[in-house]
Nanobody, 123 residues
Framework: QVQLVESGGGLVQAGDSLRLSCAASGRTFSSYSLGWFRQAPGKERTFVAV????????YSADSVKGRFTISRDNAKNTVYLQMNSLKPEDTAVYYCAARRGGTWVTASQYDYWGQGTQVTVAS
């Protein structure tokens, strides 16, 4: 069982940066791949970025490549999403998710989810 708690969201201006954090409970954090997803009002939840168990491999959605960076600190049981050059279309609730084993970009492949943190980017 893994519990995930996101933090770091807020209201920013276009072009600003934010860093989201997701703290996980449990002793087997390094056994989980971790992903960030987002959901805008009235839209489906979509993939943002994923990082492998060791942190050696990452993959991001085309819409955020070059602007968002996912990272993890297994010693702190925490995964991060550094978001730079934010745009109004990045406005959404951001969720972190965990799954045992390999990385996936599909939300249905993840077993554990946080409660989400709101990111609002004003133009």
């Amino acid at each position: 069982q893994v519990q995930l708690v996101e933090s770091g969201g807020g209201l920013v201006q276009a072009g600003d940066s934010l860093r989201l954090s997701c703290a996980a409970s449990g002793r087997t954090f390094s056994s989980y791949s971790l992903g960030w997803f987002r959901q805008a009002p009235g839209k489906e939840r979509t993939f943002v970025a994923v990082i492998s168990m060791s942190g050696s491999s990452t993959y991001s959605a085309d819409s955020v490549k070059g602007r968002f960076t996912i990272s993890r600190d297994n010693a702190k049981n925490t995964v991060y999403l550094q978001m730079n050059s934010l745009k109004p279309e990045d406005t959404a609730v951001y969720y972190c998710a965990a799954r045992r084993g390999g990385t996936w970009v599909t939300a249905s492949q993840y077993d554990y989810w946080g409660q989400g943190t709101q990111v609002t980017v004003a133009s």
